[in-house]
């Protein structure tokens, strides 16, 4: 078997076998090759300790020189170079207190997490295989280097792992090596949170983000996701709907497109329904209210997850948002306008994406008549738009000079006269020009 690596990365590998050293591509870049997909990073290992590695280049970068390894910079793009290594004792189940290097390559590959990830390749040799990984790639198995309840105790990420690249994958996690690692879900308490939403995001934007059911059955998402947990749990016995919460969402998250905003906006669209269930006289269940409950309970699982400030405020407008058009709302171009003004049209697409996935994960009970209801919001829309209606104060034709001029002064009260204009041009969008707004505010000044 043969892979095409970068000329770089075949490059650093020569110039180390020139110099007497073992060298090897290894890792997720061997992994991908064989599975025919496109590596995003070519790490090497090496037996060059790290300044042996630092003497044969010209530009390097100590990454993290402490455990074995130097980045080598060529054409402005970074190889990391690691020395064959053996862990030492992980206390806090994530990264060894100390390392050791070592000659061998087969004590190098015996640290990693998974069979899958454990194979190293260069062109004398060939693939490296010593635990398996070839046959677990060809039986679609993610299955732990030596013992899992080992691997898992060095770094409790790797439980969170297994399942993301499952769900990259399309593969099955090896019975003992899931065993093992829903006996040390709780040991993900110690991991931080950057690195938890690293593998959460990852999983929700594979082909396979179903696989969060895997995270709920191992006791993962009661650790990291406790919120998810209440929602697998909350049934929905409403002629709506045919599943509980949970797998009403993640089939909300399959149907959306696999961007972060809107694989997150389908993972907390309903994350306040336990909050917000009430069950009448006959048995029906109710959720008044939850879209604001979700937005507001969004927000705050983004932040514990240190997730950027761009991310939560898309996420939560969406989230806000993704029931407008049922519950017996009056759908016309001024509720719509109403609706754009205060969400931004620039969401709409979003909404109408999250609309359609959320019906794909309801019952068929009246389903003709709210894909109707969603048909009138977006014909709505886009006569709006095509008309040109104002949906925000900077679009009126009148602004804040215009109101000086005719002696408003600058403060509140030019607040509150430009915000009664907009709430007039919304339901009167053909007052939007400057005589009739002038009209307005001096209609408003007398009063």
């Excluded at 290894?26 to 037996?47: A, H, K, Y």
């Excluded at 519950?327 to 620039?346: A, C, D, H, T, W």
């Excluded at 215009?402 to 041009?425: C, N, T, W, Y």
């Amino acid at each position: 078997m043969i892979i095409n690596m970068p000329q770089d990365a075949r490059f650093i590998i020569e110039q180390l076998n020139n110099a007497g050293y073992e060298a090897y591509i290894v890792g997720g870049c061997v992994r991908d090759s064989i599975l025919g997909r496109c590596p995003n990073d070519w790490d090497i290992t090496t037996s060059a300790k790290p300044l042996e590695v630092k003497k044969l280049f010209k530009r390097t970068v100590d990454t993290g020189i402490k455990h074995g390894t130097v980045s080598v910079l060529i054409k402005n793009k970074a190889y990391e170079v690691t020395t064959f290594r053996i862990d030492g004792e992980y206390t806090d189940h994530r990264r060894p207190d100390a390392v050791s290097f070592t000659s061998e390559l087969s004590e190098d590959l015996l640290r990693r997490d998974f069979t899958i990830n454990a194979m190293a390749y260069n062109d004398e040799k060939g693939v490296v295989d010593l635990y398996g990984g070839l046959e677990d790639l060809d039986k679609g198995v993610i299955r732990c280097v030596g013992n899992p309840d080992e691997r898992f105790d060095e770094d409790a990420l790797r439980i969170m792992r297994a399942v993301r690249f499952a769900a990259q994958l399309g593969f099955e996690i090896d019975p003992s090596t899931r065993a093992a690692a829903a006996k040390h879900a709780e040991e993900l308490r110690e991991v931080s949170a950057e690195r938890i939403e690293v593998e959460l995001t990852k999983l929700l934007l594979s082909d396979h983000p179903e696989r969060l059911i895997d995270m709920y059955e191992m006791g993962i998402t009661a650790v990291v996701l406790p919120e998810f947990d209440r929602m697998i749990e909350t049934k929905q016995n409403t002629p709506y709907h045919k599943y509980d919460v949970g797998r009403h969402t993640i089939e909300v998250i399959k149907n959306v497109k696999p961007t972060k905003v809107m694989r997150y906006a389908a993972l907390l669209h309903d994350v306040g329904k336990p909050n917000k269930k009430t069950t009448d006289e006959k048995g029906i269940d109710h959720f008044k209210g939850h879209a604001l409950k979700s937005e507001d309970m969004a927000g705050k699982i983004l932040k514990r997850l240190r997730m950027d400030n761009n991310t939560i405020r898309d996420v939560k407008v969406i989230v806000r948002w993704h029931d407008f058009g049922i519950g017996g709302q009056v759908i016309n171009k001024k509720s719509v306008r109403r609706m754009l003004s205060k969400m931004g049209p620039e969401y709409f697409d979003d909404y109408v994406d999250i609309k359609k996935a959320d019906m794909m994960g309801q019952s068929d009970y009246r389903l003709n008549e709210r894909k109707a209801v969603l048909d009138e919001i977006i014909r709505c829309h886009d006569e709006i738009i095509s008309d040109g209606n104002a949906l925000s104060i900077k679009e009126l034709a009148i602004n804040g000079k215009d109101l000086q001029e005719m002696g408003i002064e600058a403060g509140p009260r030019m607040g509150e006269i430009l915000h009664s204009l907009m709430e007039k041009v919304l339901e009167e969008p053909e007052l939007n020009t400057k005589e009739a707004l002038r009209e307005q505010v001096s209609r408003l000044v007398r009063n």
